[in-house]
Every structure is written in C-alpha cells, then in structure tokens.
C-alpha cells in the first residue's frame, strides 16, 4: 500500500521548496488528494504544473495499482 509519506518526498525529490500535503482519501493507499505550494509554479499554467510532477515519476510508481492488460 502507498502511504502518503511516499507521496510526499516523492513530490519533495522533484520541487525541493515546495509544501506538500497529502490525504489518503479513503484509507486504501490508491486515492489521494495532494497539496503542493511551491515558487517553481510561477507563472506556469495549471497542466505545466501537473505535468512537472507526474511526468518524471511515472517509472517509481508502484506498480501493484497498474492496470494489466
């Protein structure tokens, strides 16, 4: 199961100053609502911001909750 401390330093690996807060929405480690405040968004629109983070983690993912088909 993720747990939102992985989710957290995850995001903090990519955007050093950025504040994170991650809810595990229903306690099963596969739905989250993540928070992240950071400088680094300046200017960028919000599908530049998403992308910035999930983007490059998608290889760390765990793979468990990925679909096989």
Do not use: Y
């Not at 995001?11 to 400088?39: K, W, Y």
């Not at 983007?55 to 765990?62: A, D, H, L, V």
């Amino acid at each position: 199961m993720v747990e939102t401390t992985w989710v957290e330093n995850e995001v903090r690996a990519l955007i050093p100053d950025a504040v994170v807060e991650c809810v595990d929405l229903n306690n099963t480690g596969d739905h989250f609502h993540v928070r992240v405040i950071s400088p680094t968004f300046e200017g960028m629109r919000p599908l530049q911001r998403q992308k910035l983070i999930l983007n490059p983690r998608r290889t760390s993912r765990p793979t468990w909750f990925t679909p096989s088909t």
